[in-house]
């Protein structure tokens, strides 16, 4: 079955940098695009960032553009999220997800918290 867990998650400084990391199984991950996204306390999921397949194309949220950077290995089956510049309003539970078939596939979700 389809199983998506995320890691790397943590405390960071304002201005700071987190690797967030998403380990794929159960399904064909070079075929399938990855996104990340995102749910602050109180707040509704707000989507982050989209790559292609193959890598080809990424997306970002206006929120994120240049601080943050989705990439993927196809080998490992894993999808990062490289996270710079750091806001306090980046503290959110932070998931990955995917689309196969007909169904949406989350992870349990890695906590980032940004905060002096």
């Known amino acids: 079955q389809v199983q998506l867990v995320e890691s790397g998650g943590g405390l960071a400084q304002p201005g700071g940098s987190l690797r967030l990391s998403c380990a794929a199984s159960?399904?064909?991950?070079?075929?399938?695009?990855m996104s990340w996204a995102r749910q602050a306390p109180g707040k509704g999921l707000e989507w982050v960032s989209t790559?292609?397949?193959?890598?080809?194309?990424?997306y970002y949220a206006e929120s994120v553009k240049g601080r943050f950077t989705i990439s993927r290995d196809n080998v490992k089956n894993m999808l990062y999220l490289q996270m710079n510049s750091l806001k306090p309003e980046d503290t959110a539970l932070y998931y990955c997800?995917?689309?196969?078939?007909?169904?949406?596939?989350w992870g349990q979700g890695t906590q980032v918290t940004v905060s002096s």
């Open positions: 997800a995917t689309e196969v078939g007909d169904d949406d596939y």
């Open positions: 159960g399904f064909t991950f070079s075929s399938y695009a």
């Open positions: 790559i292609y397949s193959d890598g080809s194309e990424t």
